[in-house]
């Protein structure tokens, strides 16, 4: 869980590297609530109770759209912790291939030691160990 705070802490912070868990982490944390709101909102639809369906399909687009900047965030920041640019989150913008070669990027250990974009997180930064 302090891994997934820790991105809403730095939430507009695209300077500096993060490791991969705290970017699978947060990314798994928003797959779950995303889910839970969805099917919600398609649970209260199915019961006839149209209304607290609205509201929970309204809070699954507002949870997105807040969870946005974090999420940019921390990829840029995930990016920066292999040795790229920020700039190769545009790569996501093109049809599959782009989506698999930045999955593949997340997914692959960081550069050891500093490097341009700051110290290396596993040697500096470790949030409590709480759930």
């Known amino acids: 869980m302090s891994w997934y705070l820790r991105v809403w802490q730095r939430y507009a912070e695209f300077t500096g590297r993060s490791r991969r868990i705290e970017f699978w982490t947060f990314t798994l944390y928003n ?8 099917l919600a909102s398609v649970g ?20 997105a759209l807040a969870a946005l900047v974090p999420y940019i965030a ?12 920020g700039w190769w989150i545009l790569i996501s913008l093109v049809p599959l291939a782009g989506a ?9 250990n960081g550069t050891r030691g ?5 110290p290396d997180p596993k040697l500096t930064s470790q949030p409590a160990t709480s759930s």
Do not use: W
């Open 100 to 108: 698999i070669v930045l999955l593949v990027m997340m997914a692959i």
């Open 44 to 63: 209260f639809a199915l019961v006839k109770q149209p209304e607290m369906g609205a509201f929970m399909y309204f809070a699954y687009f507002a949870y």
């Open 114 to 118: 500093p490097n341009q974009y700051g």
């Open 74 to 85: 921390c990829t840029v920041r995930r990016l920066h912790d292999i040795g790229r640019s």
């Open 31 to 38: 797959i779950a609530i995303f889910a839970v709101l969805y």
